[in-house]
Each structure stands twice: as structure tokens, then as C-alpha cells.
């Protein structure tokens, strides 16, 4: 069809073509457009690594880029496992993993239930992973999951703190820790990678903020940013660079080199929901004027597939699986770290071990905690129902003497 409208517009004129004008006149801003959403798009992985047989473990994979990479990586055929606050057994955690095998023709995808928000949660999943006699097989670690609350609107976890600086980071500490072992024991040939999720936004938010003076007190507070977002990931880069000094500086008994290696990645400004809660500030005013403004954001705001791709190339890109680790990958392509305290080691030694103190204190409160529910529900057990008076009329009524004797008079 177009080509008869070409012949006629050059043979006829253009004015002979209906509503011709006014589309040449829209070309121009489609194009624009377009170019547009391509540049701020961002760039696109173009590498590729056999998935199948791979074990891949993901927080945060059942929304926004943690999604995307799930349904990429599925699609490869690699092992999926999901840590999520969900139980397995929850409906909408069974639709999402059917279609997700349905989708990608892949079965090995599989929930584990793990509450970044809780400190407990955690120990129990990762305790239970690395006891085993053979440990078992794991190729990657992806840490996705995020919490952003609305502005203004703290709220505090099961352990008493910021959910903020848990989930963004304390829980990362934490469940890595644990299986640091299960990491360091991989065979020597194996490609082991342990990919962090950075924030642009991080490094504007935390400004000028010294992490140092930070681990002196008994909770982090930024006193020029009162949200902890930007602290906490922060925080998670410094720990990552950490992570990759304490893998490395394991002597392995074969003496072989450590297996695993440590990616950090900054996907971009992503239109995820983390990013339109807190665009939104939890209000509903806050959501009109999103909506209201969506076509900007549309625009200049990467969607979760577009923010996954950094993600996938730090995935499987190949180069990434020698050497000994700690990139920083933006844009499906290596870049310095944007803070010098990640790689501060000063820094990083005081972090890990303020981090560590302030689990152990919180994980005793727990226990405390748990100790003493335990008791009050055993003592609630042990005392039973209430008893009730064999010749009261309650009783009666709950025998049926009650009715008994109506029907009788």
C-alpha cells in the first residue's frame, strides 16, 4: 500500500494524498520521540552464557528489574531460586511461578521463604542451606530487593529498626555471611557471581555523609538526608567491596583461587514500583500528579526490562567470571565507583564490624522475644478453656439441658 501512495504523491502531488501534510508535519516529533526513548533507554546487553544446569539465587524477583531478570535468566534455563517474604504455599507466590514455568518452558524455578525484614527469617533459611554434608551447588547470587517507603513515613522492622538500612543492607550482611561458606566451597572452576544493586540516587542522597562517623552509634542517622536510603546503599557498596577482600583472602585446601566473584550494578533510573512509591510519596495527590505526569517520566525513566540489562551483562558476561572482582558496571559496561568510600578498607573493616555487633545485639532481643511468646503461649495451653459450672444455665445451654427443658414445659 505504500508504494501506490509514493507513485501518487510524485506523479499527483502530495495534496493528493488525504491528510498528507499533516502527517509529514507529525513525522518530525515521532522521530524526536523516538530518539528520545532510544538514548534514555540506555544500553542493551549483547552478551550471551549458557544458563542450564546454572543455580541462581534472587531477592526481590518478583517485581520491577528483579522480574525482568528472573523471566531472562529463566528463559537461558537457569535454576531459580526465589527468596521472597511470601510462603510458597501463597496463592498469588503459585500463580506467579506457574506462569513463570508456563512462560519460559522451565521448571526449575522455586520459592524459598525468606523475610529480608526480619533477622531470624534470614539465619533460618541460610543455616538450613549451608548444612549440608555436600554443599550444594550455587552459581550466582542476586541481590534485587529494595525498600523505598513513602517520604516522610518511617517505618521499623520485627528487630526494631529502620526498614530502610535492614532490607537495603543489614539483611544482605547478613544472609551473606552466613553463606560466605557455601560461596568459598564451589569447585575452583566454577563461575561464582555475587551481583549487588546499586542506586544512582544513592550517592545524591547520602551527599557529603561520613560512613565512619556513622558505626560509632547504635543506629545510623544522616543527619543532612533524613531518609536512610541513601545511607543504606551506600553501605551495601562498601560491604561489597569488603566481601570480595574477605572471599579472596580465603586459602582454599586445593590452593586454588577463590571462585566467586563480587559485581556491583547501577541500572539507572528505572520505573520501578520502589521508584514511583517514593516519586509518589505514599499519597494519593502525590499519585495523581504521577499519573498526570507519566508521558515525562514514560520518556525519561528506563522500564524495568531496559533496567535489567546491566544486570544480565553482569550476568553473563564473560570476562567477568576471572580476575579477582569488585567491578562496578553502569550502562552494560565498566565505570569507576562514583564514592571513594567504598573502597575505603578502613571504612569498610569498621562497617563490617559494627554490622556485625549490631546483629548479634538484635539477634539476642530476638530470641529474648521469641523465648518469651513461647511461654506465654505454653502457660495459655496449659491452662486450657475456661471451666464452667456443671449446674449453671450457661452450661445447661451448651448441653442441651437448656432446650431439653423447654421442650418439656
Not at 499527483?12 to 534514555?40: C, D, M, Q
Not at 561464582?192 to 556513622?214: N, T
Request: aromatic letters at 8%.
Amino acid at each position: 500500500m505504500p508504494i501506490p501512495l509514493i507513485v501518487q504523491g510524485v506523479t499527483e502531488g502530495v495534496s493528493s494524498i488525504p491528510f498528507a501534510w499533516t502527517i509529514l508535519k507529525l513525522v518530525p516529533w515521532v522521530v524526536v520521540i523516538a530518539a528520545l526513548k532510544f538514548y534514555f533507554g540506555g544500553a542493551r546487553n549483547a552478551s550471551e552464557r549458557v544458563m542450564h544446569s546454572k543455580v541462581v539465587m534472587i531477592t526481590g524477583g518478583t517485581s520491577g528489574i528483579g522480574a525482568q531478570i528472573t523471566l531472562s535468566l529463566a528463559q537461558r534455563g537457569a535454576q531459580i531460586i526465589l527468596l521472597t517474604q511470601h510462603s510458597p504455599s501463597d496463592i498469588f507466590l503459585v500463580e506467579y511461578i506457574d506462569d513463570l514455568r508456563r512462560t519460559t518452558n522451565n521448571q526449575l524455578i522455586y520459592a524459598e521463604q525468606v523475610d529480608l525484614s526480619s533477622l531470624h527469617s534470614i539465619r533460618t533459611f541460610a543455616t538450613k542451606w549451608i548444612d549440608n554434608v555436600t554443599p550444594r551447588r550455587l552459581d550466582m547470587v542476586i541481590l534485587c530487593a529494595s525498600s523505598t517507603p513513602p517520604a516522610h513515613k518511617k517505618r521499623l522492622t520485627v528487630d526494631g529498626l529502620d526498614e530502610e538500612w535492614q532490607v537495603n543492607y543489614l539483611a544482605n550482611f547478613h544472609l551473606l555471611s552466613i553463606l560466605s561458606p557455601a560461596l568459598r566451597a564451589q569447585p575452583a572452576h566454577r563461575d561464582v557471581r555475587v551481583i549487588f544493586a546499586a542506586c544512582s540516587s544513592s550517592f545524591i542522597r547520602a551527599g557529603g555523609f561520613d560512613l565512619r562517623r556513622a558505626t560509632t552509634t547504635t543506629t545510623p542517622k544522616n543527619k543532612k538526608d533524613e531518609s536512610l536510603f541513601g545511607l543504606s546503599k551506600l553501605a551495601l557498596m562498601v560491604f561489597a567491596h569488603s566481601f570480595q577482600k574477605h572471599l579472596n583472602a580465603f586459602k582454599r585446601p586445593d590452593g586454588q583461587p577463590p571462585p566467586t566473584r563480587v559485581i556491583m550494578v547501577d541500572p539507572g533510573f528505572t520505573r520501578t514500583p520502589g521508584m514511583r512509591r517514593w516519586m509518589t510519596g505514599g499519597s494519593l495527590w502525590g499519585l495523581l500528579v504521577y499519573l498526570l505526569t507519566w508521558p515525562v517520566w514514560w520518556l525519561t525513566l528506563k522500564s524495568p526490562q531496559q533496567g535489567a540489562q546491566s544486570f544480565l551483562y553482569a550476568a553473563m558476561e564473560a570476562r567477568y567470571g576471572r580476575d579477582e572482582g569488585g567491578w562496578m558496571i553502569k550502562e552494560c559496561g565498566e565505570v569507576d565507583v562514583a564514592r571513594k568510600e567504598i573502597r575505603d578498607e578502613a571504612a569498610g573493616k569498621l562497617l563490617w564490624e559494627f554490622s556485625e555487633k549490631m546483629i548479634e545485639v538484635k539477634e539476642k532481643e530476638g530470641a529474648v522475644q521469641r523465648a518469651m511468646a513461647k511461654k506465654e503461649a505454653e502457660q495459655v495451653e496449659k491452662a486450657g478453656p475456661k471451666t464452667q459450672t456443671p449446674g449453671s444455665r450457661r452450661s445447661r445451654k451448651g448441653n442441651g439441658n437448656g432446650n431439653a427443658n423447654a421442650d418439656a414445659k
